[in-house]
C-alpha cells in the first residue's frame, strides 16, 4: 500500500507544478485524515454521502480531489489538496476542513474503509479502517 502512495505522490509532484489561468504556481498535497462520519450500515443500491475532516495547515491549501483506491470491496481515501506558492500564507492552528463524497453501494457483504492517517516513525502508513456491513431491508 505504501509504494502505491509513494507512486502517486511521486507522480503528482512531476506533474503537479503547473501555471493555473491567474498566473499562480501550485503543487498537489495528499493530507492526513482526522475524522470521518459514516453511515454504520449501508442498502444495497442506495448512495450515501461521507463526510472526512482534516487540518489544514495555511490559507495557501485549499481542497482539490480525494485520492480514492478502489481494491474488490475495499477503499482507501484521503483528501488532495492544492498548495498555492505564496508568500502571503497564512498558518492555521487547529482548522479542521470537511470535504464530502457520495458512496454508491454496488456490492452485498461488508465495505472495509481505509482512511489515509500519514506516516508512523517507521514511515509507514496508518489508517483509520472502518467496515461498513452492507444490510437489506
Excluded: H
Amino acid at each position: 500500500m505504501k509504494r502505491v502512495i509513494i507512486l502517486c505522490l511521486t507522480l503528482m509532484a512531476f506533474f503537479s507544478c503547473s501555471v493555473n489561468d491567474d498566473g499562480a504556481n501550485y503543487s498537489f498535497e495528499i493530507l492526513p485524515v482526522e475524522s470521518v462520519e459514516i453511515p454504520s450500515e449501508f442498502v444495497l443500491g442506495e448512495t450515501y454521502p461521507i463526510t472526512i475532516s482534516y487540518f489544514t495547515p495555511s490559507t495557501c491549501y485549499a481542497f482539490n480531489d480525494f485520492y480514492y483506491l478502489k481494491e474488490l470491496n475495499e477503499r482507501t481515501v484521503a483528501p488532495i489538496n492544492y498548495v498555492f506558492d505564496s508568500n502571503d500564507c497564512e498558518n492555521l492552528e487547529n482548522e479542521l476542513t470537511e470535504a464530502t463524497f457520495n458512496f454508491y453501494v454496488t456490492n452485498t457483504g461488508s465495505y472495509i474503509f481505509k482512511f489515509w492517517q500519514g506516516e508512523n516513525d517507521n514511515e509507514e502508513d496508518q489508517f483509520l479502517t472502518i467496515e461498513v456491513p452492507v444490510v437489506e431491508l
